[in-house]
């Protein structure tokens, strides 16, 4: 499995970005693929994440919520993030994961997915 993940850039803050990730090779049809981020000298943090399994539920980080939007679409195995109302704490490289299975608890767990990609860089800076 392999996932790309694309639209980053630089903006100012309470500008909007919207990021994608394309997963690609075999995938289970129960999965979740997730956004995660990380900044310089940070450790790597949960962002938001879409999950199927029977019918499709998203799931955010409290600092994601009201903010961000996640995003999907099963069939073609891709996932968006709409990140509004930036804050220049928002900057960091931004990363999709994707798990087979994978139980709610740990849905905002890094090491309870399988694949990642490569990342995208968020700067927001006036």
């Known amino acids: 499995v392999q996932l790309q993940a694309s639209g980053g850039g630089l903006v100012q803050p309470g500008d909007y970005l919207r990021l994608s990730c394309v997963a690609s090779?075999?995938?289970?049809?129960?999965?979740?693929l997730a956004w995660f981020r990380q900044a310089p000298g940070k450790e790597r943090e949960f962002v938001a994440a879409?999950?199927?399994?029977?019918?499709?539920?998203?799931h955010y980080a409290e600092f994601a919520k009201g903010r961000f939007t996640v995003s999907g679409d099963n069939v073609k195995n891709t996932m968006y993030l709409q990140m509004n109302s930036l804050r220049p704490d928002d900057t960091a490289v931004h990363y999709c994961?994707?798990?087979?299975?994978?139980?709610?608890?740990?849905?905002?767990?890094?090491?309870?997915?399988?694949?990642w990609g490569q990342g995208t860089l968020v700067t927001v800076s006036s």
């Open positions: 994961a994707i798990a087979g299975r994978i139980i709610l608890s740990s849905i905002r767990v890094p090491s309870a997915y399988d694949y």
């Open positions: 879409i999950r199927w399994s029977g019918g499709s539920s998203t």
């Open positions: 090779g075999r995938t289970s049809s129960n999965r979740a």
